[in-house]
């Protein structure tokens, strides 16, 4: 890796005022050049907290509109345009819209892995460490629906005992991550705990000890005494966690599972977008993250109301009787 490009980054980083956020799938170095990592919610929370006047998002598309829903004033640069998420294009405004229609009424919790639009047209935004409490929280007699991802909507019912209505939306990258491959790498390593991510499949996390956002992960192998960890989510994840605990092993559920979209962020396309702050030439690719401020602000309340219910980060949700 170039020192130069590092040092050239570090420089205009002082000079436009700027943070580095990066998602825990990010590209290793990526994650190292970082001012913080973290999971999607402890992100947004970062956005929103910091007084730097700009932000590069180093991770998809939704997470850097988050911040921009969140933090108007701030320059929001996401060092490649088309890091997008295909979970979150599984649902439409005008798809949530005629839902809503068929179920007047029924308030709408939809996942951070959504368009603005998609959040505007929701009540409360939760993130794959808040769900559970976000749904529990609601009142008992209204059918909820749930979008966009079906499986964290059926953990979500299995956790808070909810009839969700539910939208087929399913993570490419999760969904790669079988059954087949947990029986196998717990063959293999059989004293090992298995952790997954709430977008995995029913069957797999039913091969789990404990399910729990990325962020959660990194917490729970934390406060653990096991020394061996399979870890069911996207590989970028191995990264941290090796970082932070480099005497435990840490073996990835599928060398599959790999987020292509996280993977479009390089030092370079940072470094560019860094350069003309708008949507780089040089890259042909950064962009600007705005939202457009009437979709923006009906957004910035569905995310409101997910802080208020869950005002700060609080340890992972583990399956009981797990370390
Ligand atoms: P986390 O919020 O758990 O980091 O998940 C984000 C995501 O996109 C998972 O695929
Ligand atoms: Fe979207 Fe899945 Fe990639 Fe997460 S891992 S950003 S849900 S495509």
């Known amino acids: 890796m170039s020192e130069q490009l590092l040092e050239k980054i570090e420089r205009l980083k002082e000079q436009r005022k700027a943070v580095i956020l990066a998602h825990n799938y990010q590209p290793c170095e990526i994650q190292d050049l ?23 998002f180093c991770g998809v ?23 997008g998420c295909p979970l979150a294009d599984m649902i439409t405004a005008e798809q949530l819209r005629q839902l809503k229609q ?13 368009s603005a639009e ?9 993130t794959s460490a808040n769900a559970v409490d ?27 005992g909810r009839k969700l209505l539910l939208w087929p939306g399913y993570c490419h990258v999760h969904v790669v991550i079988t059954e087949e491959d947990i029986k196998n790498a717990k063959a293999q390593y059989p004293d090992a705990i298995v952790m997954a991510h709430p977008e995995c499949t029913k069957p797999v996390k039913e091969l789990s000890d404990a399910i729990l956002s ?29 970082k932070q605990n480099p005497t435990v092993k840490f073996i990835a559920a599928s060398e599959q599972a ?15 977008s860094l350069e003309d702050m708008q949507g780089s030439r040089k890259a042909g690719s950064a962009s600007r993250v705005a939202v457009p401020e009437q979709i923006r ?16 980060w609080q340890g992972c949700s583990r399956k009981a009787g797990s370390q």
């Open 134 to 160: 976000v749904v529990k929280s609601l009142p008992t007699d209204k059918e909820i629906i749930f979008v966009p991802d079906q499986h964290l909507g059926r953990f979500v019912e299995e956790r808070t």
């Open 118 to 126: 998609v959040k505007a047209e929701s009540d409360y935004c939760c």
């Open 34 to 56: 970082a001012d913080f990592c973290g999971d999607s919610l402890e992100l947004s929370i970062k956005a929103a907290e910091t007084d730097a006047e700009v932000i590069v």
């Open 214 to 242: 990325t962020g959660q992960m990194l917490h729970y192998v934390k406060n653990s005494k096991a020394k061996q960890f399979i870890v069911a989510t996207e590989t970028g994840m191995i990264h941290p966690l090796k």
């Open 61 to 83: 598309r939704f997470m850097a509109e988050t911040a921009a829903i969140l933090s108007p004033e701030k320059t929001i640069l996401l060092p490649d345009k088309f890091a």
């Open 102 to 114: 068929q179920h007047p009424g029924a308030p709408v919790v939809c996942y951070v892995n959504s």
């Open 297 to 312: 602000i009906k957004a910035r309340k569905a995310l409101d109301r997910m802080v208020q219910i869950f005002p700060a």
């Open 258 to 272: 790999i987020c292509p979209n996280m993977k479009k962020i390089t030092l370079e396309k940072i470094l560019w």
